[in-house]
């Protein structure tokens, strides 16, 4: 079968090959073109069959309309819906992303990076656990792209490069703005369950700080931890928080407010509660985090941290393009802060 070419595109809808490149990539829009050219080009493309070869463009140093993206695909909620947003802006833009779960392993990140240059993939965006921040055959890997936007914490921002643009989501103002409701509606006892402490310690530290900038106590042995406690599974939260919950034994009329390190966790606390004849909340202020869909199907309504996946994938978009219109972004640090989003739960 012959292949269509864009100059075969550009003829029929009558425009230069230069116009029919910036509609089919997307920027029609952005560089002005009008609706009417737009759309003629669309139409001469979807008439002769055009398919773009962006391999073939990468494999020359050209353009490819992909973006590598390395993230985490645990199974729960905020990781699945960050993933989704990158994906529909990159559509949107008339890019293809290549995505990679992280693992939270460094030899197959490294793996990924390599495949995404072999691939000539226009630019990078990832997410690296502390862990992979830390590393220096990591950080070193990162810094080879040119392109590239990293999304970072409170954990791994100090380990990065200076030089890298990144999005860094902030939890204190979230933590603050929950140590202040709890403090505001009477509760004196507040405490935190983890599945561990592993990468829930900067959220705890956070939460604490907040307390005790509020004249709440906040030390750390106010922190349960199931850690050892539950059979470990990525994939079922609600199993792990179930099975360590049990085999603590946890009297939840110890505390007057709750934090929990998931949301999952967070329900699974709500029935001990019913079967523990504690009120939530009127003897339990309880509140999760992730901020999930079901948190409103639950009885109470479940409060919760958000992440604000939409306004970090904005300013992961922003980043990225201007780098991709040739514009220097080295050093640029955005910040989205978390919200506490209130619901019956808290009280």
């Known amino acids: 079968m012959k292949v269509v070419t864009l100059k075969a595109v550009a003829e029929k809808a009558a425009v230069a090959r230069s116009t029919a490149t910036h509609v089919l990539g997307g920027r029609g829009d952005e560089l002005g073109i009008r609706l009417e050219t737009q759309e003629r080009v669309r139409q001469a493309a979807r008439e002769l069959r055009y398919q773009p070869n962006y391999l073939a463009r990468g494999?020359?140093?050209?353009?490819?309309?992909?973006?590598?993206?390395?993230?985490?695909?645990?199974?729960?909620?905020?990781?699945?819906m960050m993933r989704r947003e990158l994906a529909m802006r990159l559509h949107t833009r008339g890019y293809q992303p290549?995505?990679?779960?992280?693992f939270n392993d460094k030899e197959r990140v490294r793996r990924d990076l390599d495949e995404f240059r072999r691939r000539g993939?226009?630019?990078l965006i990832i997410r690296p656990s502390s862990d992979l921040a830390g590393d220096k055959g990591i950080v070193k890997e990162i810094d080879r792209w040119s392109r590239k936007v990293v999304v970072a914490d409170e954990v791994s921002t100090p380990l990065m490069r200076q030089s890298w643009p990144a999005v860094v989501r902030e939890v204190q103002p979230a933590m603050d703005e929950l140590a202040r409701h709890l403090a505001a509606t009477g509760r004196r006892r507040p405490g935190v369950l983890i599945s561990s402490l592993g990468g829930n310690q900067a959220k705890t530290a956070a939460f604490l700080a907040a307390l005790e900038s509020h004249g709440l106590p906040g030390s750390w042995d106010q922190v349960v931890s199931l850690e050892g406690l539950y059979e470990k599974s990525q994939d079922d939260h609600c199993q792990m928080f179930e099975e360590g919950i049990g085999r603590a034994g946890l009297d939840f009329r110890r505390f007057d407010a709750l934090l929990c390190n998931c949301d999952e966790g967070a329900a699974m606390v709500l029935r001990a509660c019913e079967q523990q004849g504690v009120r939530v909340p009127e003897d339990l202020a309880l509140i999760g985090f992730n901020d999930s869909p079901f948190c409103k199907g639950l009885s109470p309504r479940l409060a919760s941290i958000g992440w604000e996946n939409a306004k970090t994938a904005d300013l992961v978009m922003q980043l990225m393009f201007s780098q991709l219109e040739g514009k220097t972004v080295e050093g640029v640090r955005e910040s989205v802060p978390l919200t506490f989003q209130w619901r019956e739960s808290a009280g």
């Open 98 to 102: 290549l995505m990679a779960d992280s």
């Open 121 to 123: 993939v226009d630019g």
């Open 59 to 80: 494999l020359t140093g050209g353009a490819t309309q992909t973006l590598g993206v390395i993230w985490s695909f645990a199974a729960y909620h905020p990781h699945m």
